[in-house]
């Protein structure tokens, strides 16, 4: 799953894909680099982020959905949004995927958006809100926490119909280094009614504050983290960097092979 940012002030990219020329471009190396989904996202969730309303998010995507549907109409593209209308909206345009962050929280209608829409929806967990998430969080047990956790989630998605979920364990989202490597290290726990698991790693502060280097210089680290997540049961990786990520799944899936 490659990234593409629409915001002016995400924690990596932010500005950087503002023009259509850009954008296009973009999603047209990732496809060729061989992402498998372009996940679109036009609200930065990075730690500390204002939370914009669904109006100006929709503002920032309805073109740019638009065209990227109509130059790759071949492509898979996931929405990375909280809103349901914007998740709506994206789903009469053509979109295949919901990613949601908050798990339904910041939007009560969001679970009966994704069952009436039937389309696959990520189920990501985060403790509190982008605004808030990096303020001290602390649990009494993270692994324990975060399975309750996604039982109770799951649960109110199957209530309604939905069977297609994704899990995303939310690394960097409400989360300490340390609860994040514990999540990584047991990362095979999550594996929940078979249901596949998606790992956003990619040049996240639990690289740079172990390596102390920037989130520029991170691309290493993140391959060894997308390894790691692999080998411990992950089934998709969310990354910045797509060329890479494909030959590290190359080589995890020769390694399985042996």
């Known amino acids: ?30 496809l060729l680099d061989g992402a498998g989904i372009i996940d679109i996202g036009a609200q930065s969730t990075r730690p500390g982020a204002k939370q914009i309303e669904a109006e100006e998010e929709w503002s920032r995507l309805k073109v740019p959905l638009q065209n990227l549907i109509k130059e790759f109409p071949n492509a898979l593209f996931s ?12 789903a009469d345009l ?7 962050v ?3 929280s910041l939007d009560p209608k969001m679970f ?8 696959p929806y990520v189920l990501m967990h985060m403790k509190g809100s982008p605004a ?5 969080p602390e649990y009494r047990d993270v692994l324990i926490e975060i399975i309750e956790f996604f039982s109770e989630k799951i649960q109110e998605l199957q209530a309604l119909g939905v069977n297609d979920i ?10 300490t280094t340390e609860d994040n490597f514990v999540l990584l290290k047991k990362l095979a726990v999550l594996q929940i009614q078979g249901m596949p698991i998606l790992a956003g790693l990619s040049r996240k502060s639990m690289v740079t504050k172990v390596l102390g280097n920037k989130t520029l210089d991170a691309l290493n680290g993140s391959t060894v983290l997308n390894t790691i997540a692999l080998l411990n049961g992950a089934d998709m990786l969310r990354v910045h960097d797509v060329k890479e990520a ?10 399985k092979k042996v």
Not at 94 to 100: F, V
Not at 112 to 119: E, I
Not at 166 to 175: A, N, S
Not at 246 to 255: I, S
């Open 132 to 136: 808030t998430m990096q303020i001290n």
């Open 166 to 175: 994704i899990i995303d364990p939310g690394f960097g989202f409400g989360k």
């Open 79 to 90: 929405i990375d949004t909280f809103h349901s209308s914007v998740a709506k909206k994206s």
């Open 1 to 30: 799953m490659g990234i593409l940012n629409l915001t002016p002030d995400s924690f990596y990219d932010g500005g950087k894909n503002q023009h259509s020329e850009k954008y296009l471009e973009a999603v047209a190396s990732m």
């Open 94 to 100: 053509g979109i295949s995927l919901i990613n949601d």
């Open 112 to 119: 009966r958006t994704v069952a009436d829409l039937k389309l």
């Open 246 to 255: 494909v030959e590290t799944v190359k080589l995890v899936e020769q390694l």
């Open 102 to 104: 908050s798990a339904g």
